[in-house]
C-alpha cells in the first residue's frame, strides 16, 4: 500500500512539472510571422527533423529562456522534477531487482519441486524394486515350502506303506496264532463238552427227583392253602357283609342329617344372596359410571404389560388367543388358563402372563370387581 501511495505521488508531481515546462515554453513562443530572407539567398539543403527531436530542441531553447527569465524558480523545479525522476528510476531498479529475485526463487522453487519429483520418483521406484524383491522371496519361500511339504507327503506316504505292510504281517501272524488257539480250544471244548454233558445227565437226574418231591409237597401245600382261603374268605365276605349293613346305615342317617342342613344352609343363603344382590346392584349402579372408565383404563395396561413381556415370532403375524385370568386384589395373578385360539400365541401369552406375575389393577373396589375375573384376547402385532 505504501509503494503503490509513493508511486502515485511520483506521477502527480511528474505530471505537474510537464505541465509547468508547457506553460513555459507557450509563453516563450514568438507567434509573429517570420520575416521572408532576400530572394538572393542561398538554397539550404533541409533534412526533416524527428519530432521528438524538435521538441526536445524547442523545450531547451524554451528552458534557457526561462532560466533567464527566473533562473531560481525553474532551477528548482527542474531540482525537482530530476529528483522525482531518479527516485522513479530507483522505483524501476528496485521492481526489477524485486521481479529478478521473484523469477530466481521461482526457478529456484521450480528446480526444487523437480529435485523432489525426481526424489519421490527414485523412491517409489526404489519400493517398487523392493516390492518385486518381496514377491520374488516370497514366492521362492512358498516354492520351497511346497517342496518342504512334497517331500514330507512322500515321506510320509513311504512311512505309512510301511506301516501297513508291518500291520499285514501281524495280521497275519496274529491270523495264524488265531487259528492254532482256536483249533486247541476246539479240542478242549470237546474235551470239556463231554464232561459237561455227563455231569449235566447226573445233575439232571437228581434235579428231576428232586422235582418230583418238590411238585408233590406244593400240590399238597397248594391244596391246604385253598382250604385255608376258602374258608378265610367266607369269613371275610360274610364280616364285609356286616360291615357294609352297619355303613349303610350310618351313611343313610348322615346323607338324611347332611339334606335336612344343607336345606337349611341354601334356604339362609338364599336370603343372604338376595339382600347381598340387592346391596351389589345398589352400589354397582352408583358406582358403574365411574368403574367403567377405570376397567377400560387398567384393561389396556393390563394388555400392554402382558404384550410386553411376550416372545413374539413370525409366524404368528394375523393370529389371535383369548386367555382368562384371575387377580388378587393385589394384581398378584390367582391363576391363567391354556387360552383359545392359536396354540403358539396362547402358549407365548400364558407365559408372559405368569412372568409378568403382578399386573397393574384399579384401587376402585367396583371396577375391580369387574377385572378380578376376565378375557385377555391378544392379538401380537408383528
Do not use: W
Request: proline share 2%; charged share 40%; glycine share 2%.
Amino acid at each position: 500500500m505504501d509503494v503503490k501511495r509513493g508511486i502515485s505521488g511520483y506521477l502527480i508531481v511528474s505530471l505537474l512539472l510537464h505541465l509547468i515546462i508547457g506553460i513555459i515554453l507557450l509563453v516563450g513562443v514568438d507567434f509573429s510571422k517570420p520575416k521572408r530572407p532576400a530572394s538572393s539567398a542561398q538554397i539550404v539543403n533541409a533534412v526533416m527533423l524527428d519530432d521528438e527531436f524538435l521538441a526536445e530542441q524547442a523545450a531547451k531553447i524554451q528552458q534557457q529562456q526561462a532560466q533567464q527569465q527566473n533562473k531560481p524558480a525553474v532551477k528548482a523545479e527542474i531540482d525537482q522534477a530530476k529528483q522525482a525522476r531518479e527516485l522513479e528510476q530507483e522505483r524501476l531498479r528496485i521492481a526489477e531487482v524485486k521481479r529478478k529475485e521473484a523469477e530466481e526463487a521461482t526457478r529456484k522453487a521450480e528446480a526444487e519441486k523437480q529435485k523432489k519429483q525426481a526424489e519421490q520418483k527414485q523412491a517409489e521406484e526404489r519400493a517398487e524394486q523392493a516390492e518385486q524383491a518381496r514377491k520374488l522371496a516370497e514366492q521362492k519361500a512358498q516354492q520351497a515350502e511346497a517342496e518342504r511339504k512334497a517331500a514330507e507327503a512322500e515321506s510320509k506316504a513311504l512311512a505309512l506303506k510301511k506301516k501297513k505292510e508291518q500291520e499285514q504281517k501281524e495280521a497275519q501272524e496274529k491270523l495264524a496264532k488265531a487259528e492254532a488257539e482256536k483249533k486247541a480250544k476246539a479240542e478242549a471244548d470237546k474235551k470239556a463238552k463231554a464232561e459237561a454233558e455227563k455231569k449235566a445227565k447226573a445233575e439232571a437226574d437228581k434235579k428231576a427227583k428232586a422235582e418230583a418231591e418238590k411238585k408233590a409237597k406244593a400240590e399238597a401245600d397248594k391244596k391246604a392253602k385253598e382250604e385255608a382261603a376258602k374258608k378265610a374268605k367266607a369269613d371275610a365276605e360274610k364280616k364285609a357283609k356286616e360291615e357294609a349293613d352297619k355303613k349303610a346305615k350310618a351313611e343313610a342317617e348322615r346323607k338324611r342329617k347332611a339334606a335336612e342342613e344343607a336345606k337349611l344352609q341354601a334356604q339362609l343363603e338364599a336370603q343372604m344372596q338376595a339382600q347381598m344382590a340387592a346391596e351389589a346392584n345398589a352400589r354397582s349402579q352408583a358406582a358403574s359410571a365411574a368403574a367403567r372408565g377405570e376397567v377400560d383404563k387398567y384393561a389396556a395396561l393390563i394388555k400392554a404389560t402382558v404384550e410386553r413381556y411376550m416372545i413374539l415370532d413370525p409366524t404368528m403375524r394375523g393370529k389371535t388367543c383369548t386367555i382368562g385370568v384371575k387377580l388378587a386384589s393385589s394384581g398378584f395373578v390367582i391363576s391363567v388358563d391354556n387360552g383359545q385360539g392359536d396354540p403358539a400365541v396362547c402358549r407365548s401369552g400364558r407365559a408372559a402372563v405368569l412372568k409378568a406375575n403382578q399386573l397393574p389393577v384399579p384401587k376402585d373396589p367396583a371396577a375391580f370387581e369387574m377385572l378380578k375375573e376376565f378375557n385377555l384376547k391378544l392379538e401380537p402385532s408383528i
